[in-house]
Nanobody, 127 residues
Framework: QVQLVESGGGLVQAGDSLRLSCAAS????????MGWFRQAPGKEREFVAAVGKNSINTAYVESVEGRFTISRDDAKNTVYLQMNSLKPEDTAVYYC????????????????????WGQGTQVTVSS
């Protein structure tokens, strides 16, 4: 079982960058599909990005394509989300998530398909 702790959130201005980190404990990290989700006030939790085993596969929601980059360092049991050109609409609590199984076993990029979650880190982007 993987346990997840996010960090790196904060208050920034539009156009700035932030890097979120998610430190994982547990022996299954390297074989897990890792994802980032976000939830804004009054909205449902939204998929942001995912990275598969050995970083071979990545996926992004269209609204962050070209601005966000997900990566993982299996030696450090850590997954990152580099966020550039931040916009006010990126304001949300960002959650790290993990799931077992292969990349191609995932039927849809939604929260129901991820079993393990961190506590979240707040990202606020002012205009």
């Amino acid at each position: 079982q993987v346990q997840l702790v996010e960090s790196g959130g904060g208050l920034v201005q539009a156009g700035d960058s932030l890097r979120l980190s998610c430190a994982a404990s547990g022996r299954t990290f390297s074989s897990s599909v890792m994802g980032w989700f976000r939830q804004a006030p009054g909205k449902e939790r939204e998929f942001v990005a995912a990275v598969g085993k050995n970083s071979i596969n990545t996926a992004y929601v269209e609204s962050v394509e070209g601005r966000f980059t997900i990566s993982r360092d299996d030696a450090k049991n850590t997954v990152y989300l580099q966020m550039n050109s931040l916009k006010p609409e990126d304001t949300a609590v960002y959650y790290c998530a993990a799931r077992g199984g292969t990349w191609y076993s995932i039927s849809a990029w939604n929260s129901a398909n991820f079993a393990t979650w961190g506590q979240g880190t707040q990202v606020t982007v002012s205009s």
